[in-house]
């Protein structure tokens, strides 16, 4: 049995038994045999385990784990603590601290942002060290567009911040006349933030969506 947050397992639970998903398993099993896999086993589901489905406000959506050793923690665009953040990470938080005024912090780890109520979505949830997308295709979008979808579908005003043409593409996902708001930019990384990411508001634009629908912001601080 996968072991989930219980409101993902109940919003989720018909998918564990789907021909895709059993596939999906069993080419894990074989992998982990041949390869190292990222991030480790116990921090695969943890964008959805730090941020349970009522607590929901934000969703960002990546597109595969980091793939270098000790970077995934399961969160997009996240590192573990004492990770040097990579550039696009950097890069949010250049934005972040032009929008916000927050400082740029030292650790890559948005676990608090997790807890805030921001779902860090990768599309692939695992992938092979040292090779990029290595997982994009073996059933995981499946799995993850699904959870765009039922989130969406059930809740009400929440925010999803699409940067990158990847992450724009899954607007369609998301569920008309329920109220949410979607914010789209480019890519963070240093070949597209200067196209358009830096300068967007997203965070800014996102608390004053919340709190227009009478909802607590985001602390945006990681």
Known sequence: MIKLDPSWLEMLKDQFEMPYFLHL???LLEEKKKFTIYPPGSKIFAALDECPVDKVKAVIIGQDP??????ANGLCFSVADGVQPPPSLVNIFKELHDDLGIPIPQSGNLEKWAREGVLLLNASLTVRAHQAASHSQIGWQEFTDTIIQRLSETKENLVFLLWGSFAIRKKALIAPNHGHCILE??????LSAYRGFFGCRHFSQANAFLRSKGIAEIDWTP
């Not at 980091?66 to 970077?71: E, F, L, S």
């Not at 930019?185 to 240093?190: L, M």
Request: hydrophobic content about 15%; cysteine-free; proline content about 27%.
């Open 185 to 190: 930019a480019p890519h963070p990384s240093p």
């Open 25 to 27: 398993k069993e080419v």
């Open 66 to 71: 980091y793939h270098n050793p000790g970077q």
